[in-house]
């Protein structure tokens, strides 16, 4: 009976011995799915469960989707939310050092991994939003951003102050900060309107002929502002108040003025 108890664990022994050496020498390049890195230290029975060969799963998502047989490495809970194409992002050395992130695969809302915990979120300065950073950015580049300025209708110099976006040029006129009162939400020129209650400064300062309309030929000698006798809503007709009441024209800059002129012109 010894002998034969011998014998029993030498069989078992030799045939522990064959397989692994049968695994070693077998070309699993052959099989049309070859082995290479995490993969070559897996036993044969993770994927082979049971003898069974044929019908082995090829595909990462199959195996390591943690409720399969074949395998017991899956996602983890903070895992982004994606396809099951695994190796879009993932290489079979190792499941970390990502060097590569296929948007393609992510499903749902890119604050859900671009939070600034589990992928890079925004930045100090970044501007106050609530919209999802495909508004505005791309998956390529978080530069060369196009704004989606839907929605917006005032609060323009928030961010068009010349660090976050686009500010007053050196030549802008001397005006509040209140862009939309003159500009449109999708290009800066042409303005499409005039809002004079937010100049500041002299009506001459714009109005000098070359930024913007002056006075004509045929102007009434003065030196008084336009708005002593104009309107912003039009140059005519000049009210004139000044000059028509005025009991001498050295009063009012109009020194070269006739009586008709003071109170009977348009300008």
């Not at 099951?84 to 060097?99: G, K």
């Not at 695969?105 to 859900?112: H, T």
């Not at 005032?154 to 660090?163: F, I, P, Q, V, W």
Request: proline share 4%; glycine share 12%; aromatic share 6%.
């Amino acid at each position: 009976m010894k002998e034969l108890g011998c014998m029993g664990v030498l069989v078992l022994m030799l045939a522990a011995g064959w397989e692994d050496a049968a695994a070693a020498e077998f070309d699993h390049y052959l099989t049309g799915f070859d082995l290479d890195g995490m993969h070559r230290e897996v036993p044969c029975e993770s994927c082979h469960v049971q003898g069974v060969f044929r019908g082995t799963p090829r595909e990462c998502g199959t195996c390591h989707d943690g409720t399969s047989v074949y395998a017991q490495s899956a996602r983890s809970v903070t895992h982004p939310t994606t396809t099951a194409n695994c190796e879009a992002c993932h290489v079979t050395a190792s499941w970390v050092a990502i060097s590569f992130v296929d948007h393609v695969e992510v499903l749902g809302r890119c604050s859900s991994c671009h939070d600034g915990n589990l992928a890079e979120g925004t930045p100090p300065g970044h501007i106050q939003t609530s919209q999802e950073c495909d508004a505005c950015h791309t998956d390529v580049t978080w530069t060369a951003v196009i704004f989606d300025h839907d929605g917006i209708s005032s609060g323009c110099s928030g961010c068009h102050n010349g660090t976050d976006a686009t500010g007053k040029s050196p030549g802008h006129l001397p005006t509040t900060d209140i862009c939309e009162d003159c500009h449109a939400v999708n290009f800066w020129e042409p303005v499409y309107t005039m809002d004079h209650a937010q100049v500041i400064g002299a009506c001459v300062g714009c109005h000098d002929g070359q930024r913007a309309t002056g006075k004509d030929g045929d102007h009434i000698p003065s030196s008084e502002q336009c708005d002593e006798c104009h309107s912003t809503s039009g140059w005519e007709p000049a009210f004139g108040a000044l000059f028509r009441d005025s009991g001498s024209a050295a009063d009012t800059g109009l020194a070269d003025a006739t009586p008709a002129s003071r109170g009977d012109r348009g300008w």
